[in-house]
């Protein structure tokens, strides 16, 4: 479905994993990635975009890499204009086939507002069991950029981040742009204020709330080639900056509920 604010920004958005395929601002050009190798089928995750990863991110855990919920059916609760905003809700809710991946009962919701300079997704889980559970989620979106080597990260400074590809845990983040220059795989904690992603022509502040992490990811030239569902120039055009919930595993009592947003704002 196409979410349209009044003032002609719009979103896509796919049941199949609830997930944002398109993102135009008022007046402006799409701004997600989105492989033109993607999978549409079932079973298999969409590439790029913004994938719901729940409840475990990559392999930060023993269950499916990045869960269940991007390759799961939501059911549409509804959609409304709220101004000049457009608004869809989504729901996902346990079911036999979750149960025997991750032994809980839950609801989470996506709700995504889309409207002027900016697209906001609102995620939250609600534990509907009698004992509490913990899990792992991130939004990991998929930006789209020019040229990822001219392509910079900004504001992680000071920031402490893991390292997927040298596997080292515990890193300082020095520079105060991050710049691309091969495979990049991190998960920065404790991120309380908005991360800048600035390209040619591009300019876009990434905000979160109850996310306490980030994901920084691009593929590089010699990781790409293990990603049968991206072209060859592929990772030279995205970027991921995703909130993301990880370092601190949120922990749901019965009866209560988890809630984090993201917020992409385009200058």
């Known amino acids: ?113 889309v409207g002027g300079p900016s697209l906001r997704l609102e995620f939250s889980v609600e534990n509907t069991e009698a004992t509490p559970f913990t899990f792992t989620a991130a939004l990991h979106t998929y930006l789209r950029v020019a040229n990822i080597t001219t392509t910079v990260v900004e504001d992680l400074a000071g920031s402490c981040y893991r390292d997927a590809v040298t596997q080292v845990r515990e890193n300082n983040q020095i520079e105060s742009a991050l710049r691309f220059t091969g495979e990049v795989d991190r998960i920065y904690s404790q991120i309380t204020g908005p991360v800048r992603v600035r390209a040619s022509e591009q300019d876009i502040t990434v905000t979160s709330t109850g996310f306490d992490d980030v994901v920084l990811w691009n593929p590089g030239l010699t990781r790409y080639a293990a990603l049968a569902d991206m072209a ?27 809630y984090g947003t993201q917020e992409l704002r385009h200058s």
């Open 1 to 113: 479905m196409t979410l349209t604010a009044a003032d002609g920004a719009n979103a896509e958005i796919y049941l199949y994993g609830a997930q944002v395929t398109s993102w135009r601002p008022a007046d402006n050009e799409e701004q997600l990635f989105l492989s033109e190798l993607a999978e549409f089928c079932h079973g298999t995750a969409i590439r790029g975009s913004i994938p719901v990863c729940f409840p475990q991110f990559a392999d930060v855990g023993p269950l499916l890499k990045h869960g269940f919920a991007r390759i799961s059916v939501w059911k549409l609760l509804r959609t409304e204009q709220l101004g000049d905003l457009a608004q869809a809700v989504l729901q996902l809710e346990d079911s036999a086939i979750t149960r025997a991946i991750w032994p809980h009962a839950f609801s989470a919701t996506l709700t995504v507002i």
């Open 232 to 258: 060859p120039t592929g990772y030279q055009r995205m970027v991921c900056v995703g909130a993301a919930a990880i370092t601190n595993l949120p922990i749901v009592d019965p009866g209560g509920t988890w």
